[in-house]
């Protein structure tokens, strides 16, 4: 009876979550408009979300193309097919991996560091502090982050396909003998700009907006104590990693099934 | 004891208010009047729920039953503008200071008037300076907050809630783990803010001496009720227990040392679970579950 009892507290307790959240989003879109009034908010959250994730980024995105790089010239040499590698890595990091991995790590290391942040903030009464002081920490702290989050998903996830083929391009032509000019060419040759690229923008924006949207939450509604952050942030990171999976498997669904 | 004659002078109005926690009743029909122009603390032992009063004057918090009116509105029935408004003519100094920790001490104190004036950037720096001097900070100005120590974080915050020239001011515990030295000076500036500036100010504190001195009327609160009230003199005086063992200091009487439990010999000799168990009693995970609904 016990396990009934907690199955449907936990159910209730779950869709209550999601109604906070929901409304915490309405209200944070709204706050938008007055971001754009301030452009100072955005630029300093571009630097911390954004231009601070270019490192980590960068380095991942030339690992994942140097091993796509040798799976794939394994693989395509068993059919003798090594000069469609660049089609191969391109689109592999195009379509999947940059927006995947860029999101998996933007919500690793800008997530929960949103999360952790806004989570000390209510700790400490800042947020308390500025509602008493008649500012909306709505608009003031959380809108300028999302928007900040939302607008530097895409172009990381574009920077980690960048560096990702020349990666793949390092070790094909460099390091295992691929044609450089077949490796350009067969890329620029079936890699379709609106089916390819644009897909790939389109998921990285849905990620972006997802993750930014759940640290931000999470940090909004977590029990302002040391735990009770620390708690927050793990959720971050958990239910970025569920969302961005499943949302991928969704959109893959949707915009390549009929391919 | 909720028989305080309303004033015609009154700031804010606190009327048959009731408010809980889960189950946990924190105000139990309580009526309070805080009078335009004084010093007013709500004393009462830790966990009486004073701070929650505040959160409840400030709007932040919505009550069960009754109401509370601010300059003559009620707080809960405003719409977000006004309420808004409202805000900007009170200020609050929070028991941590709430200081924005990304900022200067400097640009902390200019935020409200940045965010609700147009005025120049000159007008700013000479008002926050003025601000900073009243604190006695003004050489503090280009310092962190994590630079502070916890009085002087509590002065800049005083500093950045007098920022808009507000009507009344809310403190939260301002003497908590003060050294000597900064509670005297915290004393004597709250005092000095609500005579030279024509302030109202509203107190939450339970250390008994500091308060006293400088409250013109106290209300003492237990267990959601209101259980002494007068100016420091009479509550000095008063012939309730429960008010003597407060202002006494007293370890037991009518408000008990101990959190209510089973016999003492009875909880010794039966071990209910093994130290390291790892399932939570039952009660804990209930009070998990309404943590998190």
């Known amino acids: 009876m016990e396990f009934f009892q907690n199955l449907g507290a936990s159910t209730r307790s779950s869709f209550t979550k999601l109604g906070r959240g929901s409304y915490f989003l309405v209200h944070l879109l709204a706050g938008i408009s007055s971001v754009l009034v301030r452009p100072h908010l955005l630029l300093k959250q571009l630097h911390s979300v954004g231009v601070l994730s270019f490192l980590i980024i960068s380095i991942s995105g030339l690992f994942v193309g140097m091993v796509l790089g040798l799976q794939g010239f394994y693989i395509l040499s068993r059919f003798g097919a090594e000069e469609t590698l660049g089609v191969m890595v391109a689109a592999s990091l195009v379509r999947e991996l940059g927006p995947v991995v860029t999101a998996l790590l933007f919500a690793g290391r800008a997530g929960s560091a949103l999360t952790a942040e806004i989570g000390l ?60 000019g077949a490796y350009w060419s067969q890329m620029q040759a079936n890699l379709d700009f609106q089916g390819d690229i644009i897909n790939g923008v389109i998921k990285s924006i849905v990620f972006g907006f997802v993750t930014s949207w759940i640290a931000l939450f999470e940090g909004y509604d977590s029990i302002p104590t040391a735990e009770g952050v620390s708690r927050a942030t793990t959720r971050t990171v958990v239910n970025s990693a569920f969302s961005i999976l499943g949302l991928d498997f969704i959109l893959t669904a949707l915009m390549f099934g009929d391919n | 004891m909720d028989n305080h004659v309303p004033t015609q002078d009154s700031i804010v109005t606190v009327h048959n208010l009731t408010f809980s926690r889960g189950e946990k009743k924190i105000f139990d029909d309580i009526s309070l009047e805080f009078e335009r122009g004084k010093v007013t603390a709500i004393m009462g032992p830790s966990g009486t729920g004073k701070t929650t009063l505040l959160k409840l004057i400030g709007g932040q918090l919505f009550p069960d039953h009754g109401s509370i009116m601010v300059s003559g509105r009620n707080i809960h029935h405003l719409k977000h503008d006004d309420l808004y408004a409202l805000r900007k003519r009170m200020g609050m100094l929070f028991q941590s200071g709430a200081l924005l920790t990304d900022m200067s001490v400097f640009e902390n104190v200019a935020y409200p008037l940045r965010e609700h004036t147009q005025l120049p950037e000159s007008m700013i720096r000479t008002l926050v300076l003025m601000k900073l001097e009243a604190v006695g900070l003004r050489g503090a100005r280009n310092l962190m907050p994590n630079e502070l120590s916890g009085g002087m974080a509590r002065r800049v915050a005083l500093a950045r809630a007098i920022a808009l020239d507000p009507m009344m001011i809310l403190y939260d515990e301002p003497f908590t783990g003060q050294d000597p030295i900064s509670m005297g000076a915290l004393v004597h500036l709250i005092k000095a803010l609500n005579t030279t500036l024509g302030l109202t100010s509203i107190i939450v504190s339970h250390d008994v001496h500091e308060t006293a001195a400088i409250a013109d009327y106290i209300y003492v609160l237990s267990e959601g009720k209101v259980i002494g009230q007068g100016t420091p003199k009479e509550i000095f005086d008063s012939p309730s227990l429960w008010v003597q063992q407060f202002m006494n200091g007293a370890a037991d009487g009518p408000v008990h040392f101990h959190y209510p439990a089973k016999n003492y010999m009875e909880d010794l000799l039966h071990s209910e679970k093994p130290i390291f168990s790892r399932q939570r009693p039952p009660s804990d995970r209930t009070s998990k579950r309404k943590r998190y609904s």
Request: hydrophobic letters at 50%; proline letters at 5%; one cysteine or more.
């Open chain 1, 121 to 180: 903030m209510k700790a400490t009464e800042q947020l308390s502090g500025m509602e008493m002081m008649a500012i909306d920490p709505i608009k003031r702290i959380i809108s300028p982050r999302f928007l900040a989050g939302f607008l530097s998903m895409p172009l990381l996830a574009a920077l980690f396909s960048c560096v990702g083929i020349i990666g793949g391009q390092l070790v094909g032509t460099g390091l295992l003998g691929v044609d450089d």
